[in-house]
Every structure is written in structure tokens, then in C-alpha cells.
């Protein structure tokens, strides 16, 4: 919702009965429970012997989440449909949907803290400066401190990842979208649904394209490069960043999608349409995050 809605003028909100929480909360244990036992029986600390395999626990944890997500959400939009909504809960709607940005924010604030402490601390101790110096002639004798680090300890070598090409020209359809999902947001506030579709069906489009884009350049970083995960603190901190903000992407352009289903169906109005409002936010943070990956993965 844009605004308070003209529905119940009741100032608080008390929710009914439901039987998501307890379905979510079970299938976030199976999830989390198969993939420490996966993780267990691959590295050969516990076997499958009357067991369920981890691999299958973590699979039917991750379908049973997105079931109970989507059911869950359902019944979400029929209240909003339904004009059920006070304008408490609109506040309480954007405060979650804040706090869960600021979560965002910290989780990638860890990550890029990683990167900073390992090329502004690690790498110049092991390669001799400061007291800890000594590390550079007891664990890798022939180290040079300089990065990005494509040499390891057992001598393989790596090429590092550049900006150019596929690196810019996705920075150029993430800000493109970012664009084209405003456009969208503003013929929406118009009332004007055929441009808020077709805005839609852009943004979506050049969301789903930089995830193509990225396959493409983790094809070319493993089988012509020789960039890994394993490819040392390079490699496993180029793929972490990469990774998880095209799993981010990934969340934020189907999102996107499921709003522009309901776009089509009229279900987003000048007057209620927060759930726009709140993919609008993701997408836009992915794009924040992807510049500052762009800078300091790609380029520093």
C-alpha cells in the first residue's frame, strides 16, 4: 500500500489463526537439518546407514519451504484483495520489510569485511610486513604480497577475473533495470497499466539476462581460466561475493515476476501496491551491492 488503506480504521492489528508459522518452522529444520547431515556424509564423518540421506532431507526441506512461502503468501494477497488491512499493519509491512533490508545490508557488509581484512591485513603479514612477518618464511616462503592472489601454497596458478567484458556489461543491465523498475513504479502511481506492465516485463527481462550473463562467466572463469572456489582467498572470496548476490538476483527478479503476474490481474492499485513498493526496494539494493562488487571485486 502507498497509503493507508480506506478498510478497518482499527490502530492495532492482532493476527488470525494460522498454520504457516508451524509448517515454515519445520521445513526450515528439515532444511537445515539435511544439509549438516549432506555436509557430514560427504566429508565421510557420518555414513547413510539407517539414515535419511542429507541430500534428500536438505531437497524436501527447500520444496517445503517454498510451498509454505507461496501458500503463505496467497492468503496474504486475498486480505489485501479483501481490503482487510489496516494502516497499522502497512507500518508494520514496511518496518519487516526494512529491518529485512538491513539484514541484506550486514549479511554483504561481512563479506566485503572478509575481502578488506584479507588484502589490507592477511596478505601484507604474510608477505612480511609488520610483526608478523615471521609467517612469511615459515608458512610460504616464496609469497609476494600482492593482489588479487593467483598463485596457493601448492603452487597452482589462476588468472584473475577483470571488468571487461561481461562484468560492465552486466553493471549496465542491472542499472538499466534499476531505471525501467522506477519507470514502471511511477506509470503505476499514474494508474497506467500497460506501461507498468511493459516496464515489468523489461525489468524482468534484464534481471533473468545478467543471470545468463554470470553463467557465462563462471563457465569461462572455470574452463578457461582456472578460477575455482578453490582457487585460494581469491577464488573462494570472488565466488562467495559473485555468488550470493546472483542468488540475490535470482530472489529479487522472481519477485519481480510475481508482481508483474498480479500487475496484469489489477491487483496493484495507486492507493495499495506496497508489495510493489517492497521488490522495488530489494531490486534496488541488488544493484547498490552489485556496483560496490563491481568496484572493489572487479576493479580495486
Given amino acids: 500500500m502507498a497509503h493507508a488503506p480506506q478498510g478497518n480504521p ?3 492489528y492482532v493476527p488470525h489463526n494460522s498454520r504457516w508459522p508451524i509448517f515454515a518452522s519445520l521445513a526450515l529444520g528439515t532444511l537445515v537439518i539435511g544439509l549438516v547431515n549432506f555436509i557430514q556424509q560427504h566429508t565421510g564423518v557420518v555414513d547413510n546407514k539407517g539414515t535419511l540421506p542429507g541430500g534428500l532431507m536438505f531437497f524436501a526441506g527447500v520444496v517445503g519451504i517454498i510451498a509454505v512461502l507461496t501458500l503463505w503468501w496467497r492468503d496474504t494477497v ?3 484483495l479483501a481490503n482487510m488491512n489496516s494502516a497499522q ?3 508494520s509491512y514496511r518496518m519487516g520489510m526494512m529491518w529485512f533490508i538491513f539484514s541484506e545490508v550486514m549479511f554483504f557488509a561481512a563479506f566485503f569485511g572478509a575481502l578488506f581484512y584479507v588484502r589490507m591485513f592477511s596478505v601484507p603479514w604474510l608477505g612480511g610486513e609488520g610483526e608478523k612477518g615471521i609467517a612469511h618464511d615459515i608458512l ?3 609469497f609476494q604480497a600482492v593482489w588479487p592472489l593467483t598463485t596457493t ?3 597452482e596458478t589462476t588468472e584473475a577475473m577483470g571488468p571487461l567484458w561481461l562484468p560492465t556489461i552486466n553493471t549496465a543491465l542491472l542499472l538499466t533495470s534499476s531505471v525501467t523498475c522506477t519507470f514502471a513504479h511511477h506509470a ?4 497506467n497499466r500497460k506501461a507498468q506492465v511493459n516496464w515489468l516485463i523489461l525489468t524482468v527481462l534484464l534481471g533473468f539476462i545478467f543471470l545468463i550473463c554470470q553463467g557465462m562467466e563462471y563457465h569461462h572463469a572455470y574452463s578457461e581460466m582456472g578460477l575455482t572456489m578453490g582457487s585460494g582467498i581469491y577464488g573462494s572470496t570472488f565466488f562467495l561475493l559473485t555468488g550470493f548476490h546472483g542468488f540475490h538476483v535470482t530472489m529479487g527478479a522472481t519477485m519481480l515476476t510475481v508482481m508483474l503476474f498480479r500487475s496484469m490481474k489489477g ?4 492507493d495499495n501496491h506496497f508489495a510493489f513498493e517492497a521488490a522495488a526496494w530489494y531490486w534496488h539494493f541488488v544493484d547498490v551491492v552489485w556496483v560496490f562488487l563491481y568496484i572493489f571485486v572487479y576493479w580495486v
Avoid at 188 to 191: D, S, V
Avoid at 267 to 270: A, V
Fill in 153 to 155: 601454497p601448492g603452487g
Fill in 10 to 12: 482499527i490502530s492495532y
Fill in 267 to 270: 491487483h496493484l492499485t495507486p
Fill in 140 to 142: 610460504w616462503p616464496n
Fill in 188 to 191: 503505476l502511481l499514474a494508474g
Fill in 89 to 91: 499493519l502497512d507500518v
Fill in 78 to 80: 486475498k486480505e489485501s
